[in-house]
């Protein structure tokens, strides 16, 4: 299962850190990807599953941090600098390695950053 949990309501420029609760799925390349209404699903970030490895869409390089903690089977995206078109549900999720494709993600959570 994974389960993602820490969004909420900030204001621009502001920090949010997610979790995700990721049981049963240490070995897998984790991440997360985001939809906004009406919107496609985006890629966010991933991470590989020893955690050496790491890799961003453009649009959050810089801003956001993914990392994970396998003894704690968690993984975490650290959000700086917030921005409103960073307003969406966020997914934690299995990714493919090589295309970063999500194959299995669990509940969301909704960010929201106000103007």
């Known amino acids: 299962q994974l389960q993602a949990s820490g969004g909420g309501l900030v204001q621009t420029g502001g920090s949010l850190?997610?979790?995700?609760?990721a049981s049963g799925r240490t070995l897998s390349t984790l991440g997360w990807v985001r939809q906004a209404p009406e919107k496609e699903r985006e890629f966010v970030a991933a991470i590989s599953?020893?955690?050496?490895?790491?890799?961003y869409?453009?649009?959050?390089k810089g801003r956001f941090t993914i990392s994970r903690d396998n003894a704690k089977n968690?993984?975490?995206?650290?959000?700086?600098?917030?921005?409103?078109e960073d307003t969406a549900v966020y997914y934690c999720a299995a990714l493919r390695s090589s295309s970063f494709e999500p194959y299995y993600w669990g509940q969301g959570t909704q960010v929201t950053v106000s103007s």
């Not at 599953?49 to 890799?55: L, P």
């Not at 968690?74 to 409103?84: D, E, T, V």
Request: charged share 15%.
């Open 49 to 55: 599953w020893r955690g050496g490895s790491t890799y």
């Open 74 to 84: 968690m993984a975490y995206l650290q959000m700086n600098s917030l921005k409103p």
């Open 17 to 21: 850190r997610l979790s995700c609760a």
């Open 57 to 60: 869409a453009d649009s959050v």
